[in-house]
């Protein structure tokens, strides 16, 4: 995969220097501070761990966004009790982000108190990578899996035209030694964003990514992005993740689905405004004698033991380690980029 802006030379980043920028960039654009240094962490965050269709390529979309006045920077989440095992949460036009964060203490609580909590997220905006939503309750001790749709850009099978977005799950739980497993996945074959970049640095899209304005198979990105469309991975297997995930992300939450995003009032607008829902549990609840991250280890030996070397998760953990003992890799045109976005 292709370094998004890539031009010049590299600069190696300080990670709390690039978050601080970045979060300067949101103020500078009207968000408040507290989503401004969720929202940069993040990015920054995707950066760092090689994650680049979510890292900071996508801060000119931000701040398209922002500008058009699609998003608000400054919502009030308002969390609402749903019951013993739920919680609603109204992102009021704001990020996603901002709003889980407000609800993780009570839902966390929740999980630990009933053994599970769902958090469902309504009229929020999401254009980020969702492992940042899952990690973090993996490494306290929970399994944690999100959901979250997009902007319609994904042909169900047999459809004319785009219906599904496309929809991100991720999914972590803790592993022995304090590790955790964790996938994050697009239920495209390629992520919006990757298309995005190929067009961008010119490479073609594997077989089976889209098709064109007139429904043909094809690998040319520019003739995805220009009327074209994105196909699900694993055909209708795919499809039908797609559908539980618009059913659990808006159904579910009271968001829309990706077909009802409707941006055309706003310019410059990226960001999708529709839902996420997050399940948390509590593995202590289940009923492995071994203990819970025990067992998961063992499946993970079994995996490496049967010839996977890779897990999911561990090409972004190695190059998050590498970027946090050299600093995060920043290309020259990049720098002045960002530098246009705070002074613009
Ligand atoms: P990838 O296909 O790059 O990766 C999917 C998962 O598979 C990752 O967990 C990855 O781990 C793992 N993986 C990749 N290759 C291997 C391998 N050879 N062996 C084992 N595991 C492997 O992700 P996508 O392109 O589908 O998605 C990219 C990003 O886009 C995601 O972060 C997603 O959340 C985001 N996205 C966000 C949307 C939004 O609406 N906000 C919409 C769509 C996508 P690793 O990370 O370590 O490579
Ligand atoms: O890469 O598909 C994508 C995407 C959509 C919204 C944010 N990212």
């Known amino acids: 995969r292709g370094k998004a802006g890539e031009g010049g030379a590299m600069t190696p980043m300080d990670f709390d220097a690039l978050v601080a920028l970045l979060a300067r960039i949101f103020l500078a654009n009207g968000t408040s501070p507290g989503v401004a240094d969720i929202l940069a962490r993040n990015c920054a965050g995707a950066e760092r761990d090689g994650a680049m269709s979510h890292g900071l390529f996508r801060m000119p979309g931000y701040v398209a966004t922002l500008r058009s006045g699609w998003v608000d920077g400054r919502a009030q989440p308002v969390?609402?009790?749903?019951?013993?095992?739920?919680?609603?949460?109204?992102?009021?036009n704001g990020f996603a982000q901002p709003a889980l964060a407000a609800a993780t203490p009570m839902a966390m609580a929740k999980a630990r108190a009933t053994g599970a909590c769902v958090v469902a997220i309504r009229r929020s905006h999401h254009f980020a990578a969702l492992w940042p939503d899952v990690e973090p309750f993996a490494e306290a001790g929970l399994v944690a899996i999100a959901m979250v749709d997009s902007m319609a850009v994904v042909v169900p099978p047999g459809a004319k035209k785009p219906v599904y977005g496309t929809n991100p799950l991720a999914f972590a739980a803790p592993r022995a030694g304090g590790k955790i497993v964790v996938f994050d996945q697009a239920v495209s074959l390629l992520a919006h964003g990757d298309v995005q970049i190929a067009a961008r640095e010119r490479h073609a899209l594997p077989e089976g990514a889209g098709v064109d304005a007139a429904g043909r198979p094809t690998r040319d990105p520019r003739a995805v992005l220009d009327g074209g469309a994105l196909l699900p991975f694993g055909g209708?297997?795919?499809?039908?993740?797609?559908?539980?995930?618009?059913?659990?992300?808006?159904?579910?939450?009271?968001?829309?689905?990706a077909h009802e995003v409707d941006w055309s009032g706003h310019p410059g607008a990226q960001t999708?405004?529709?839902?996420?829902?997050?399940?948390?549990?509590?593995?202590?609840?289940g009923g492995s004698a071994a203990g819970f991250a025990a067992r998961v280890e063992q499946l993970v030996e079994a995996l490496r033991a049967a010839g996977q070397e890779r897990m999911p998760g561990d090409r972004r953990f190695a190059a998050r380690e590498k970027a946090l003992r050299e600093g995060v890799a920043v290309s020259a045109e990049m720098l002045a980029r960002l530098g246009g976005l705070v002074a613009n």
Not at 79 to 92: C, I, N, P, Q
Not at 238 to 256: K, S, V
């Open 272 to 285: 999708p405004c529709t839902g996420e829902c997050v399940i948390l549990i509590d593995p202590a609840r």
């Open 236 to 257: 209708h297997k795919g499809a039908a993740i797609a559908m539980m995930i618009e059913i659990m992300a808006a159904a579910l939450t009271g968001g829309l689905y």
């Open 79 to 92: 969390v609402e009790d749903g019951g013993a095992s739920f919680l609603r949460v109204d992102a009021a």
